[in-house]
Structure formats: C-alpha cells, structure tokens
C-alpha cells in the first residue's frame, strides 16, 4: 500500500457517491478524484454559491463528469431528511458515502437547529441521520461503503454521556475531539451491525492527518493560538487538502480496505503522507459505549436503523 496515489483508485464508472461538505477543503478533492474515476458524484454542502462554485471548478478539470450539487446541512435534521427524500426519489441507489463535513472547535458554544451542542450535531449526530435515511438506498448499492471521517483529535476524545450537549460545561476542542471519537466509534458500530445484519455495507473510517483547508479559519479563527501555531507548523507538518484526502479516497475505493478499517497518513504522528492503516486509541474500540451512543443517537436524531433497514 506505501505510495498510494490517485492513480491506484480503481474504475468507479456506474457507481454514485454523496460526499457531505463537498464544497471546499477534502469533500472538494475527493468529489474530484471520484468524478475522475467515473463516478456519479453529488456534492452536498450549505451553501449553494459555493455548491455551484465547487461544480464549476469540477467541470473545467473534467467537462464530462456526472456531478450535481445539493443543499445539505447537518446542523439541522430537516435539512437532513429533506436531502434524503430528494436523493431517495431521483436515485435507486447509493455505492458510498462520504461523511466529510465538519466544524472544528468553536470559541463559542453554538446549537443546531435541534438545539444539539454544533459540532456534536454537525460533524456526528447530523451524519448519524443521514446514514439511518440512505440506508434503503446504500442496501441497494454494488458493495457500498460508508466512509466517516475521524481525526488524530479521537485519541482525546471522551463520549460525556452525562453531558453530551455540553451544556454544562463547553470546551471548543473537547467538543470537538467528542464528535471526531463518534464518528470513530459509529464506523466501528456500523460495521458490526452491517454484519450481523447481513446489510453487506462495509463502513471504515479515514483521517487526512493536517491538511491545508478551511477548519481552522471557519473554526477557532486564524488569530487563535491553534491559527497562529499553524503557521509555523504548517511547512513542516502539513500537506495540500488533495494529499489529505487520499485516505478517504482509499478508504472508498480500494480493494485493500477493510471493513472496519481506519486510514491516515504514514508519516510522523501521521500528519502527512500517503494512506496507510492509522492508530485507533482502544476507547474507540468500546463495544458497550458504541452501543450506548448508538441508541441515543437514534433518539435524539428520531431515525432508527433498523425500522429503515426492515423497510427496505
Ligand atoms: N484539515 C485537517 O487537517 C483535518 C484533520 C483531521 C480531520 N479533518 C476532518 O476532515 C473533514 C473535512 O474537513 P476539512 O479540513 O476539509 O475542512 P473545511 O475545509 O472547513 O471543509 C469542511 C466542509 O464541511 C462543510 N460544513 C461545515 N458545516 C456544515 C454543515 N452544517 N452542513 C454541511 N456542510 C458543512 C463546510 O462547508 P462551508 O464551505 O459552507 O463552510 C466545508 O465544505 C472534517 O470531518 C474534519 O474534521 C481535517
């Protein structure tokens, strides 16, 4: 697998994917890389101007890739189910999902729609519902995959069960690490329920390691301590947003991926390089806690897997 490249992404002609937060950073280069490699792409994202912006820079690489744009925002599960329906009615099927999006560590406790703290709401709960609502579709897919997108922040992640909204107590990266561990643990979960299930999903997880894009300006801000560490790191650690996204690219798409796998960089504290296996910190192994988030989530996002995957 050393050197994995985008040139080693297999055919993906008759294959249709959705990527959250396709319009800038990662979602953008693996939408890209995708759409070469002949899949139908829809790039969802929350704003349409640069929805529009992300299929126009597409289409002037490749002027005959099968793209489209679709307003999805995860800070709200109307939103979300709205997308779904839509997405629902116009496809039979779905061979993979991208859940990309994310905000990082904001100064500020914000709330979703839902009144969900943000980023546990955006960057998980939001992508926990939307899986549940696709999962018709992805059962009818050509050996779908469901890809999640983690961070290195998982290892400091802790699932506060007793405060998972933070209301109590706010901390931009504690929040933030929390939501990247769910996502870790409901990759996990999801592929222990596809198998008992025989849904024949196979779910895996990536991280980019530091890449160059939008998180910390759209997050803690560019004057942050973490904006301003950057720049010093960045020369040094980082690597362009393309590079990062070559583990969810492989996680996606290559034959070598495995159920339940998780993908990062090879480099130094997996920063930067090309995709390999990445260390998951044993709380995201939690059998008992991944239920347990399993449940809640089902709760407070009101979708069950299970009452769609009997529906379907
Ligand atoms: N960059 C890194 O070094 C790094 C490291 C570890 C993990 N990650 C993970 O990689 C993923 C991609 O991040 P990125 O680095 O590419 O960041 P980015 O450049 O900020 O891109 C994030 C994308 O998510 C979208 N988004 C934010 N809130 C949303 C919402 N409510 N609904 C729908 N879309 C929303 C953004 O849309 P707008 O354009 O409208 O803002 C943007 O398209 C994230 O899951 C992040 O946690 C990144």
């Known amino acids: 697998m050393t050197g994995w490249s985008t040139a080693d992404i297999p055919r993906q002609d008759g294959r249709t994917a959705v990527i959250t937060g396709a319009t800038g950073g990662l979602g953008f280069e693996t939408a890209l890389e995708l759409a070469r490699a002949g899949a139908a792409v829809v790039l969802t994202g929350r704003n349409g101007a640069k929805g529009q912006e992300a299929l126009a820079r597409i289409r002037g690489q490749l002027p ?15 939103s979300v189910a709205d997308f779904a329906a839509r997405f629902v009615a116009a496809h039979p099927a779905l061979d993979l999902l991208i859940n990309n999006a994310a905000v990082m560590a904001l ?13 546990f709401g955006t960057n998980y709960l939001g992508h926990y519902a939307l899986t549940a609502h696709l999962l018709p579709q992805l059962l009818r897919g050509h050996r779908s995959r469901v890809v999640n997108l983690s961070s290195g922040a998982h290892r400091s992640g802790v699932i506060n069960f007793d405060d998972l909204q933070a209301r109590r107590s706010y901390g931009p990266w504690r ?5 990247k561990l769910a ?3 409901f990759a996990l979960e999801l592929q222990r329920r596809s198998a008992i299930n025989g849904w024949g999903l196979m779910s895996n997880a990536a991280h980019p390691g530091y890449a160059r894009t939008d998180l910390i300006p759209n997050g803690p801000g560019t004057g942050s301590l973490m904006g301003r560490l950057g720049r010093y790191l960045q020369p040094v650690m980082s690597q362009s947003a393309a590079a990062g996204a070559l583990p969810t690219l492989f996680a996606a798409t290559s034959p070598a991926a495995e159920p339940a796998g998780y993908y990062g960089p090879d480099g130094l504290f997996e920063m930067k390089g090309p995709p390999v296996p990445a260390r998951i910190m044993q709380r995201a192994r939690d059998v008992a806690a991944a239920a347990r988030l399993w449940d809640i989530s089902a709760a407070l996002t009101r979708v069950s897997f299970d009452q769609v995957a009997t529906a379907a």
């Open 107 to 119: 100064p500020k406790r914000q709330v979703t729609s839902d009144e969900f703290e943000m980023q």
């Open 183 to 185: 996502m870790l643990m």
């Open 64 to 78: 005959d890739a099968e793209v489209s744009y679709e307003t999805l925002d995860l800070a709200s599960l109307a």
């Open 175 to 179: 929040a933030y690490c929390q939501s």
